[in-house]
């Protein structure tokens, strides 16, 4: 039986969190932190000055999306493999901006792994296109 603290970690994110954390970030810095009171998450963003904050938001305001897209690819890898669930647990560390694209970086919870998750803006549309791990 998988103990409740090594489940996958959907619905994670809340956007009015997000964006608040957002509005409430030193923008000044180079290096932006997100963080949660209320929530166990800590986000660094890097490459700010590659996008307008509208279009960011509007990624922020999807964020749960594209996270339980990642939890699912995990989930969807850990149930096809012969590995202990530990192996497939990742959050969200870091996001890294660039002028259409996004870099989601997911480092294990339980073990030393790295993951990538590329979201790309299309017509004003943000799609998750590339899952990986490292």
Same mark, same amino acid.
């Given at each position: 039986m998988i103990k409740q603290h090594l489940l996958f970690k959907f619905n994670r994110f809340s956007a009015n969190e997000v964006l608040a954390a957002w509005e409430n970030a030193d923008k000044s810095k180079d290096v932006i932190l997100l963080e949660s009171a209320n929530s166990d998450w800590s986000i660094e963003v890097d490459g700010i000055q590659n996008i307008s904050h509208p279009m960011f938001e509007r990624f922020l305001s999807k964020i749960d999306v594209f996270d339980n897209g990642v939890q699912l690819y995990c989930?969807?890898?850990?149930? *096809?493999? *012969?590995?202990?669930t530990e192996n497939f647990i990742v959050s969200l560390q870091w996001i890294s901006l660039h002028e259409n694209s996004i870099t989601m970086g997911y480092w294990g919870d339980y073990v030393n792994i790295e993951l990538r998750s590329n979201v790309e803006c299309d017509n004003g549309i943000w799609k998750q296109k590339d899952i990986y791990y490292q």
């Open positions: 989930k969807g890898v850990y149930e *096809n493999s *012969n590995f202990k």
